[in-house]
């Protein structure tokens, strides 16, 4: 099992009660059992050993926010950016990649306000939104 590190914060409220649900629903549907999963799979794909450290922080709009203009010098949020620690050289079958890979911070609310994807959930993008982070760490 990858060895990850969860941070879960407590959504922003108090705009609009619809708005509100929408948040609430946006971070209960967070799965760590499934983000686990995702994770594994891309650290298999890429031939990362599942002993890599990787922390993972679901974060509001407004820490989202903070942390894109910090960073990026962007105002507003975005739903995912990612923090590398070492330069993992690549791995092979016999000898994958080891290390600690560094930071993703998710911002669950934040797909349900850019438009989706085509055929897809707004969860769904956050949820893949890991793998997108972890292939850019």
Partial sequence: MAELEFEIEEPDTGTEPEADALVRESFAAVDTAVLTRLV????????????TYLSIAIVNEREMERIHLEWMDLPGPTDVMSFPMDELTPGTDTEPATGMLGDIVLCPRWPH????????????NC???????????
């Fill in 40 to 51: 594994e799979h891309a650290f298999n794909r890429m031939r990362v050993s599942q002993s």
């Fill in 127 to 137: 949820a893949c939104s890991p793998c997108t982070g972890s292939c850019t760490v």
């Fill in 113 to 124: 306000v850019k438009a989706p994807r085509p055929g897809t959930q707004p969860l769904m």
